[in-house]
């Protein structure tokens, strides 16, 4: 048996169960809901108790719309109201309660309002309080942040983890030879997952880890962690644990001296960032991430709508709202969220691919590797279409 999947190509639904089909809207269109129906985008919470819905579940996007986080968050929002045009979706109110306040008490808002389900927060550290407020209640939480540490059965994890990114890299790397592996660690949350991946990873390939060095940031401690690196020497392949700024850094004092010749890694912050193919130092460089296959069509759907480029985590919210109306197709508005149903065995389809969510919380992501070349980046192995169970 066959169905049609977000951008309507037939595949296998004994493999993997799609989110919604979805069109997205080209360039020069614009969707409205049909009248008599109220716009479908975020509405922020009243001062009193929002009016009863019979009709329409009630979902909360919780972000920090205020402060320095504030243009990301927005563009996830943007992204949400997206999703429910380009689906024409009448059974969701999704209300926007900023999370800058105090994550804990917009997330009791949010309850209090009578929310059933809780897409957000961004922030790591806003998880915690959020999920205290949430979990009495049983109002499962959705959250963007890429922490899986925070991962639970009703705290799930859907940004892209860095753990999958360097696991995959690993594995590629190894299955071209390369045995031994050397990393460079920023200080900070980011580095310490980064680095506990690497350990995992390389002893999981079967390979031996000859270095790790740390470096706070800065070009003088960047520099002194590549010497300490090269002073080791003994590795055929080197991780970058960093974006794009620091890696255009690190590439050139990389290809200097003792260990030149090796093969240079990424992570899946190089995805998007103009600095990596920049730099001739890092061409051939390898690094995992989500498919872009449609990337494009989505910028540029959503430049058309609001005037800007988006966030590259903006998809994060795109599709959380196909996951809640694929969920929602078998829940009652004012009933329990029917959690069991995020953790379908075979996954679900999104503009970043497939995706599903393990017993802990945290999500698996079907990756493709790339490689770097001047001006951009090719695909080498292909993010597999369906999870292998």
Same mark, same amino acid.
């Given at each position: 048996?066959?169905?049609?999947?977000?951008?309507?190509?037939?595949?296998?639904?004994?493999?993997?169960?799609?989110?919604?089909?979805?069109?997205?809207?080209?360039?020069?269109?614009?969707?409205?809901?049909?009248?008599?129906?109220?716009?479908? @985008? /975020?509405? %922020?919470?009243?001062?009193?108790?929002? !009016?009863?819905?019979?009709?329409?579940?009630?979902?909360?996007?919780?972000? /920090? %719309?205020?402060?320095?986080?504030? !243009?990301?968050?927005?563009?996830?929002?943007?992204?949400?109201? %997206? *999703?429910?045009?380009?689906?024409?979706?009448?059974?969701?109110?999704?209300?926007?309660?900023?999370?800058?306040?105090?994550?804990?008490?917009?997330?009791?808002?949010?309850?209090?309002?009578?929310?059933?389900?809780?897409?957000?927060?961004?922030?790591?550290?806003?998880?915690? !309080?959020?999920? @205290?407020?949430?979990?009495?209640?049983?109002?499962?939480?959705?959250?963007?942040?890429?922490?899986?540490?925070?991962?639970?059965?009703?705290?799930?994890?859907? &940004?892209?983890?860095?753990?999958?990114?360097?696991?995959?890299?690993?594995?590629?790397?190894? @299955?071209?030879?390369?045995?031994?592996?050397? @990393?460079?660690?920023?200080?900070?949350?980011?580095?310490?997952?980064?680095?506990?991946?690497?350990? $995992?990873?390389?002893?999981?390939?079967?390979?031996?880890?000859?270095?790790?060095?740390?470096?706070?940031?800065?070009?003088? #401690?960047?520099?002194?962690?590549?010497?300490?690196?090269?002073?080791? +020497?003994?590795?055929?392949?080197?991780?970058?644990?960093?974006?794009?700024?620091?890696?255009?850094?690190?590439?050139?004092?990389?290809?200097?001296?003792?260990? #030149?010749?090796?093969?240079?890694?990424?992570?899946?912050?190089?995805?998007?960032?103009? *600095?990596? #193919?920049?730099?001739?130092?890092?061409?051939?460089?390898?690094?995992?991430?989500?498919?872009?296959?449609?990337?494009?069509?989505?910028?540029?759907?959503?430049?058309?709508?609001?005037? $800007?480029?988006?966030?590259?985590?903006?998809?994060? &919210?795109?599709? #959380?709202?196909?996951?809640?109306?694929?969920?929602?197709?078998?829940?009652?508005?004012?009933?329990?969220?029917?959690?069991?149903?995020?953790?379908?065995?075979?996954?679900?389809?999104?503009?970043?691919?497939?995706?599903?969510?393990?017993?802990?919380?945290?999500?698996?992501?079907?990756?493709? =590797?790339?490689?770097?070349?001047?001006? &951009?980046?090719? =695909?080498?192995?292909?993010?597999?279409?369906?999870? +292998?169970?």
């Amino acid at each position: 048996m066959a169905h049609v999947n977000l951008f309507g190509r037939v595949i296998d639904r004994r493999r993997l169960v799609a989110i919604a089909a979805v069109t997205l809207v080209a360039a020069c269109k614009t969707v409205a809901p049909p009248p008599p129906a109220p716009p479908p @985008a /975020p509405d %922020m919470p009243s001062a009193g108790v929002l !009016p009863t819905d019979r009709e329409r579940h009630r979902v909360a996007l919780l972000l /920090p %719309m205020s402060g320095p986080n504030a !243009p990301a968050a927005q563009s996830i929002a943007n992204a949400t109201t %997206m *999703a429910l045009l380009d689906t024409n979706a009448q059974n969701l109110r999704i209300t926007t309660y900023d999370t800058s306040t105090g994550a804990g008490s917009a997330a009791a808002r949010a309850i209090a309002d009578g929310n059933k389900l809780i897409l957000g927060p961004l922030l790591s550290e806003d998880i915690a !309080p959020v999920a @205290a407020a949430a979990r009495p209640a049983r109002v499962p939480v959705i959250s963007y942040s890429n922490d899986e540490s925070r991962a639970a059965r009703d705290t799930l994890i859907m &940004g892209n983890l860095p753990s999958q990114s360097v696991g995959r890299t690993v594995a590629w790397a190894r @299955a071209q030879g390369h045995s031994s592996f050397a @990393a460079l660690i920023p200080s900070g949350e980011y580095g310490q997952r980064a680095s506990a991946a690497m350990v $995992s990873s390389v002893r999981a390939q079967g390979g031996t880890l000859a270095g790790m060095e740390t470096f706070d940031r800065s070009a003088a #401690s960047l520099a002194s962690a590549v010497r300490r690196l090269r002073d080791k +020497g003994g590795y055929d392949a080197v991780l970058i644990a960093d974006g794009g700024r620091i890696s255009a850094q690190a590439g050139p004092l990389l290809k200097s001296g003792n260990g #030149s010749a090796a093969q240079i890694l990424g992570t899946e912050l190089w995805s998007g960032e103009s *600095a990596i #193919s920049a730099t001739p130092a890092l061409a051939g460089a390898w690094y995992s991430a989500v498919s872009d296959q449609n990337w494009r069509r989505f910028a540029d759907s959503y430049r058309n709508r609001f005037g $800007s480029p988006p966030y590259r985590i903006a998809t994060l &919210g795109y599709d #959380s709202v196909l996951l809640t109306l694929r969920v929602a197709r078998d829940w009652r508005p004012g009933t329990v969220f029917p959690m069991s149903r995020l953790f379908d065995a075979d996954g679900f389809l999104g503009l970043d691919g497939a995706f599903r969510f393990r017993s802990n919380g945290a999500i698996e992501r079907a990756l493709e =590797v790339r490689q770097v070349r001047r001006g &951009g980046v090719d =695909v080498i192995s292909a993010a597999p279409s369906r999870f +292998g169970n």
